[in-house]
């Protein structure tokens, strides 16, 4: 998470000193920059929670094993 704060700001700092006629195009590139980063983050969190309950399930499992 810090890495993508402090690219962020790297893109921040870029969009500050651009010429205003290239700003916009580097504002565009800013915002797909950032919405890669927000899926790719979505896409994570949506992994570990598949992660955590397919662990629970086999959990579930073994002790049904166990006790049957």
């Known amino acids: 998470m810090s890495f993508l704060l ?3 700001s790297g893109w921040h700092w870029l ?5 205003p ?3 916009k195009n580097l504002n565009f590139l800013f915002a797909g920059y950032a919405v890669v980063w927000l899926l790719l983050l979505g896409y994570l ?7 955590k309950r397919l662990e629970a ?3 579930m499992l073994k002790q049904m ?4």
Request: no cysteine.
């Open 6 to 8: 402090l690219t962020l």
């Open 45 to 51: 969190f949506s992994l570990a929670r598949r992660q």
């Open 57 to 59: 399930e086999i959990e």
């Open 65 to 68: 094993k166990q006790e049957g």
């Open 21 to 23: 006629s290239s700003n």
């Open 15 to 19: 969009l500050q000193a651009a010429e």
